[in-house]
């Protein structure tokens, strides 16, 4: 309901809790708490971190390592539930089930890791692996898919800042694994079981889909959330190779902590400053009397927002039962609409533009994940310290980042002033991987340092890129389900890559050292290869498999060019620009309320 405020002023009680409802209920804070959310959705980045201790705890080969690796990607890259729940539950519905989904995968694996339940089967790791990784898809389509349709202009860079936070997660909740548990990585298991399930809890309701509206500060109020993050991961990548160079306290570990918590909460002060700006606009225009909570539902209640959702769903499903050929997800599959507009599931999916995103998806995420879970072996392969990997892990992390806010903020800018396609730079980024991956095949001192910063910066870009490209595409209907489908091919990628090439060839020259001294692969208490020929042929694969999908990104440059030659965000300039009148006229007195259909 409606809450009026007699006076200018109001009471000073009052006007406090209705500006911090306002604040808590706002489109800013829904955009900082998104972002703690996203910042704990990167626990499969750490996997290269722990794996050294599930394959000594529990007696793998590397084999069976990248296969349970394989799962993981296969959990983290396997969104289509969370998107179809999404497409039909609200919001607060999908973040809860990951939540729950994160802590049960999670705390399983660290109970067997610890010892505290008897050994699990190989398969049993398996599923509780592939359903903690699973969880940050709910929290993607939860939080990541609502930003991008409450900021459709501005995708790209929303995108971008988005999944730059999920780039920065490995290292920042190593950072946290450090001040709370000390240097033990089978507790670092346990904080990413608990750590992200907390955080999504604790803003289920806030994160939700507003109605579209401008706003004359949108950018630089992203530019500041971008200088923001870059602060940050350049204090992680200076506290990464400090630790490494110096041994820290504990004491020193936390203030550490401390440091990155402190710059990951200062978006907080840039949404209450948008709020107070807003709030003092909203009384200048209404001196007397003022209504809190009409644009965009600020003051709004959860048992408000369930009812408001429930409503839009009966007219939706009103409007599809008199429209059955315009609205359903499978209705006239072959026959697509221009691109950009909204199309179904089925059109989206079977179209030869989503085809060739798949093809070249498995070739450059296939290889990307493929590098990133071996970066541990790698390095012990070539005779790194233990303490050196965590580096390389870490290094990855915020070049994740760094490839993910490129992503999405510089092709913004180079789409804006020379429309230069995005598949243009996902190409790139492909090229930039396979460059990654000869260094690694062909060492030289310190090469691997170099790869995990190329692998890290393409990896970032290749996946913001594609979320992307696929809401430029297919438009931002279903987008809940179809960004959730047009990763599907990179964990098959990551199985044939990672289990069947690498793994294989790696224990192929692990059991060719061993008979070279003397030893049988049974007598070895754990499989382990060391040199330069241990990954040398197998990433030189690679590298031919990412210039394999630089080629086929080429074909979906020739397709998509003209389009992008156009004004992609016209009908959204639109949209914003009826909602604002229709804004207008309420606070006219004039009784027009926006259409349902318009808000979607």
Known sequence: MAMTTAGGGGGGGDGCCAFALQVLRGRWFMMFASFLIMAGAGATYLFGVYSK?????????????NLLSSCKDLGANVGVLSGLIAEVAPTWLVLLVGSAMNFAGYFLIWLAVTRRIPRPAVWQMCVYICVGANSQNFANTGSLVTCVKNFPESRGIMLGLMKGFVGLSGAMMTQLYYAIYGDDSKSLILLIGWLPAVISIVFVYTIRTMKLSTHPNELKVFYECLAITVVLALVIMALTIAQKQVSFSHGAYVVSAVAVCVLTFLPLGIAVREEWATWKQRKAQKPTTATVGVAGDDASSPARDLEIHATDQRRQEEQEAANPNDTSCCADVFKPPERGADYTIMQALLSLDMITLFVATFCGLGCSLTAVDNLGQIGESLGYPQHT???????????????????????????????????????????????????????????????????GFSFGAQLTLLFIIISELFGLKYYSTLFNCGQLASPLGSYILNVLVVGRLYDVEATRQLAARGLTRSAAKELTCIGRRCYRTSFSILAGVNALGALVLLVLVVRTREYYQGDIYKRYRDQMAENEKGIALSNAGIDEPVNVKDRK
């Open 53 to 65: 201790d599930i394959k000594s705890t529990l007696g793998y080969d590397q084999s069976t390592l």
């Open 389 to 455: 990997i965590g580096t390389f892990v870490s290094l990855v992390s915020v070049w994740n980042y760094f490839g993910r806010v490129f992503a999405g903020f510089i092709s913004e800018i180079i789409y804006d002033k020379w429309k230069v396609p995005r598949p243009v730079i996902m190409m790139l980024s492909l090229v930039v991987s396979g460059v990654g991956d000869l260094l690694i095949a062909f060492p030289a001192p310190g090469s691997v340092y170099v790869a995990s910063l190329l692998i």
